[in-house]
């Protein structure tokens, strides 16, 4: 007994060997404890080991204007923003995209670890600015409305209930509020897990994200300049679409300016500002699990935030009125509120 006891001194801890005796010394309570001893270890040693890699260049630096990550981040967000964001929406060059979402992922990321919960406010803020800053840089559209247009959104569904488009509206607001209160309230910059931050990067902005046109995870992104010019005409335009079931055409119809202003700012808003900040605050959001199991539950639940609103696409044909007309023969101007 005494040699058995002392014989695992060099096997356990001291406090194992203290704890073992003859009724406990059978094969499954050495297991446990050899588990138990072992349990140090990291669970998933290969992400332990990448996570190490990773952290050896994305480290915070003790002073954040001499972090390599400031100037590169810098070099390829400013470098690349007109040529990305003067193009969102449509499928252009995948390497321009690829290098602006690195450079603004590697600002994100300092920001956070050098001031924390202010760090991704301000992040955030700048992501915001860029939303609205795409809208006035990006030249101003024509006049002339199209002859037809595809409403993939609720938002600029026109025969939608406005009161249907209001309540998902709230509602999408709802996961939004909820999404930022997680991330701003868990935020631990010394926890972060660079294996799934670099995954988040990969794997859902690059891959399932950006320049995949409809069928983006998070849904297409709001065409301002497309329905900018249907709301100032909306004065001189009706819309008829056809139904895929039956076969009629719906309508004619028409819209005041101030829905179609209110359908335009509830689009904007989702799929534009709440879109651009839940893909670039993603790769913080997923750094903070330890499981790849969360890791891909909530990449894929992130995504129902921004295509709640999403359906299926209508067509709709535009009828502009000519400058003679006084009305439109059968069309009547409403709200669409039910």
Partial sequence: MKWLAGSTQGL????????LSLNQFNA??????????????????????????????????????????????????????????????????????????FGLDLLVLLSVQTYGGWGLAIAGLLIVVQSYAVAIVDPQPTIEPPEEFHAGSMYNDISRSLLHTVVVFFGQFCFVFCYCSYLFNNLDATKLNYTFWMMAFIGLQMAAFFNRGQ???????????????????????????????????????????????????????????ARDFVAFTIPIFLSHFSSPLDFVVYSIGVNFITTLDDMTPKVYTIHVKDENEHGFAGARTDVGLW
């Fill in 12 to 19: 356990f801890p001291h406090s194992v060997a203290d704890s």
């Fill in 215 to 273: 069928d983006s995870l998070l849904g297409e992104p709001w065409d301002h300049k497309q329905w900018y010019t249907l709301q100032e005409a909306a004065h001189r335009i009706e819309f008829t679409y056809k139904e895929e079931k039956s076969g009629k055409t719906l309508g004619p119809f028409r819209r005041p300016r101030l829905v179609m202003h209110l359908r335009g700012f509830m689009g904007f808003v989702m799929n534009t500002v």
């Fill in 28 to 101: 499954s309570s050495v297991g446990l404890r050899i588990t138990n001893y072992l349990s140090g270890k990291p669970t998933y040693p290969v992400l332990a080991f990448t996570h190490q890699c990773l952290g050896f260049f994305l480290v915070k630096h003790r002073v954040w204007y001499q972090d390599w990550k400031l100037y590169v981040g810098l070099l390829l967000w400013v470098g690349w923003w007109k040529k990305v964001m003067m193009s969102r929406g449509e499928e252009d060059s995948f390497g321009n995209k690829f290098i602006f979402t």
